[in-house]
């Protein structure tokens, strides 16, 4: 296991964005300050059932990204898949040289081994899992992945406990970065108040 990450990689960030918080801003910042280039993409989740659709989600994800306003950050939609194999697929085609760092948020790194294909996908990228607030990294988890033979790469950040699902649950404006309300003032399938 490494923790110190590869400065010749492209991060590869998906998420469900349902929706984007100040937490995804966190790591996106976050992940710029550690590599070269970072690429991100809304997703589908086949584990979670979505509130809005991926079409909004994508929008909110874009606007977040056009106000962080950095060159080496990118939204790729193309890479979208439910499956982590078909984006790595896609990602691999599109940056054939290139090597590929997968991130993971630390409440992921346990479900990662029963993901399709998992070994397949632990083979294709190097694991980068980003510390949250609220779900620490259990050394279970870390086993099993060395188990799969994944490179991992546990990274120096520490992303604040805000989470998509605590927003649908109970909807507070305060959670969601001020750049996504042109967008949700149009559509809001959350129920959040105007702040």
Request: aromatic share 6%.
């Amino acid at each position: 296991m490494t923790t110190s990450p590869n400065a010749s990689a492209i991060a590869l960030f998906g998420t469900s964005a349902d929706p984007p918080t100040h937490g995804h801003r966190a790591l996106l910042e976050g992940l710029l300050g550690l590599y070269p280039q970072v690429v991100t993409w809304a997703s589908d989740n086949p584990i979670k059932k979505h509130t809005a659709p991926l079409k909004l989600r994508t929008a909110l994800l874009g606007t977040l990204v056009e106000a962080i306003g950095d060159p080496r950050l990118s939204m790729e939609q193309a890479l979208s898949s439910p499956w982590a194999i078909e984006t790595l697929t896609r990602a691999h085609g599109r940056w054939p040289k290139q090597t590929l760092v997968f991130v993971v948020g630390s409440d992921l790194a346990a479900q990662i081994p029963r993901w399709k294909d998992a070994s397949q996908v632990l083979s294709q990228c190097v694991l980068a899992i980003a510390p949250r607030q609220g779900w620490p990294l259990q050394e279970a988890s870390l086993q099993t992945l060395q188990e799969l033979d994944a490179r991992i790469e546990v990274l120096p950040l520490t992303i604040a406990a805000s989470a998509s699902s605590r927003i649908r649950a109970c909807p507070d404006p305060g959670e969601v970065p001020p750049e996504l309300w042109p967008v949700l003032l149009q559509h809001n399938p959350y129920g959040l108040p105007q702040p």
